[in-house]
C-alpha cells in the first residue's frame, strides 16, 4: 500500500510570511495528488487537485507543485483564517484512501 | 449550490449497525459525473474513506472495511446512506459524506460531519 508522508508535523508561522508544506508518496502517485484544509471543527476543504489544480473559490495565494513522489502545497503571505490543519491525499492508486496525517500549520 | 447533510444516531451500542444518511439539496443525486461517499475521522486523527456509491447503485468499498459495510442510494429521496455492522468503539469518529468525480477519486463537496459514539 501506499504511504503519504507529510511533513513537517507542525508549521509555525507568522501572518504575512509564506508557508511550505511537504508531502511524499512512498510509491509514484504520477500528479493525482489533492491538499484539503481543516480547520477546528469543520469538515475539510479540498484545495488543490492535479497536485496543482485550484478547486473553485481557492485563492491564488494556494499553489500546488510536484509530481510522482514529492509534492509541495505553498501558501503565499499567510492571512489569519490559513491557520488549520492540511492533508494530502493520493489518488492513483486503488483504494483511494491514503491520506497523509496532516500537518498543523499554527501561528 | 449544492450541498450535504448527514443525520442519524450519535450514539451506537457496542456489537449494533451504525446507521447514517445523506441528503443531497441543491442538486440531483442522479449525476453522471459523480460518485457519491463515506470518509470518518476518529477525533483527533487523520481521515478514512469508507466507501463510495453511483446513482446507478454501483458501489466501492474499502478493503478493510468491505465485510462490515453497506451503501445503498434512493434517488427518489436524492439520498444515499451508510450502514457499519457489529461496531465497536474504535468505530467512533466524525462521519463525512463527500462527493467525487466518476474520473478522479478526490473528494470535491463534503459535508459537515456527523459524530458518532459507540458506548454501551
Known amino acids: 500500500d501506499i504511504v503519504m508522508t507529510q511533513s513537517p508535523a507542525t508549521l509555525s508561522v507568522s501572518p504575512g510570511e509564506r508557508a511550505t508544506l511537504s508531502c511524499r508518496a512512498s510509491q509514484t502517485v504520477s500528479s493525482n495528488l489533492a491538499w484539503y484544509q481543516q480547520k477546528p471543527g469543520q469538515a475539510p476543504r479540498l484545495l488543490i487537485f492535479?497536485?496543482?489544480t485550484r478547486a473553485t473559490g481557492i485563492p491564488a495565494r494556494f499553489s500546488g507543485s510536484g509530481s510522482e513522489t514529492e509534492f509541495t502545497l505553498t501558501i503565499s503571505s499567510l492571512q489569519s483564517e490559513d491557520f488549520a490543519v492540511y492533508y494530502c491525499q493520493q489518488y492513483n492508486n486503488w483504494p483511494p484512501d491514503t491520506f497523509g496525517q496532516g500537518t498543523k500549520l499554527e501561528i | 449550490q449544492l450541498q450535504l447533510q448527514e443525520s442519524g444516531p450519535g450514539l451506537v451500542k457496542p456489537s449494533e449497525t451504525l446507521s447514517l444518511t445523506c441528503t443531497v439539496s441543491?442538486?440531483?443525486?442522479?449525476?453522471?459525473?459523480?460518485?457519491w461517499g463515506w470518509i470518518r475521522q476518529p477525533p483527533g486523527k487523520g481521515l478514512r474513506w469508507i466507501g463510495s456509491?453511483?446513482?446507478?447503485?454501483?458501489?466501492y468499498y474499502n478493503p478493510s472495511l468491505k465485510s462490515r459495510v453497506t451503501i445503498s442510494v434512493d434517488t427518489s429521496k436524492n439520498q444515499f446512506s451508510l450502514k457499519l455492522s457489529s461496531v465497536t468503539a474504535a468505530d467512533t469518529a466524525v462521519y463525512y459524506c463527500?462527493?467525487?468525480?466518476?474520473?478522479?477519486?478526490?473528494?470535491?463537496?463534503w459535508g459537515r460531519g456527523t459524530l458518532v459514539t459507540v458506548s454501551s
Open positions: 441543491g442538486g440531483s443525486i442522479s449525476s453522471s459525473r459523480y460518485y
Open positions: 492535479g497536485a496543482s
Open positions: 456509491i453511483y446513482y446507478s447503485g454501483s458501489t
Open positions: 463527500v462527493r467525487s468525480t466518476v474520473v478522479n477519486w478526490f473528494f470535491d463537496l
